[in-house]
């Protein structure tokens, strides 16, 4: 992620990020960030990320960080929503003269096609979401770096 070259302190800097907030510029803010010298959001899509700002040395620089919560809560769906999916599936399926058939005739039992077609695709779904996230949240940082720039450069 670039950096940004200021002459001012920390105490400067978390002022103008507070006075860019106010206008409503900068979202997300937190002026007290445990591991770093303050937060804004880095919004992403599906999962948000925060941008944590670092001030060392005469240069601001940036670490994305994606919020964990709702990405467990999406694993947590994910897993609460396959299971409840096998019954009613069945019941449906048990409807049809033409099913109750086919699982005489073959031994093939809804669970036997119903899971694997379920969960095999679960761990691509969360990846996808994640990189997916990553690089809206990357592109959100940014923005938001730009509008920094301009605030808080020496330039």
């Known amino acids: 992620m670039p950096t940004i070259a200021t002459q001012l302190g920390s105490e400067e800097i978390k002022a103008r990020l507070l006075k860019l907030s106010k206008r409503g510029k900068l979202a997300g803010y937190e002026p007290s960030c445990p591991?770093?010298?303050?937060?804004?959001?880095?919004?992403?899509?599906?999962?948000?990320?925060?941008?944590?700002?670092?001030h060392c040395d005469g240069e601001v620089s940036f670490e994305l960080k994606l919020i964990a919560l709702m990405p467990r809560l999406f694993v947590a769906l994910l897993i609460v929503t396959i299971w409840p999916g096998l019954p009613l599936t069945e019941v449906f399926l048990d409807s049809f003269v033409w099913y109750t058939d086919f699982v005489a005739k073959t031994g093939i039992e809804t669970w036997h096609w119903y899971l694997p077609l379920t969960v095999l695709p679960a761990p691509f779904a969360f990846k996808g979401a994640i990189k997916k996230s990553k690089a809206s949240a990357y592109e959100s940082a940014i923005e938001t770096i730009e509008k920094l720039d301009k605030v808080l450069s020496s330039k």
Do not use: R
Request: aromatic share 4%.
């Open 35 to 54: 591991n770093g010298l303050a937060a804004v959001a880095a919004h992403g899509a599906p999962f948000d990320s925060k941008m944590v700002l670092h």
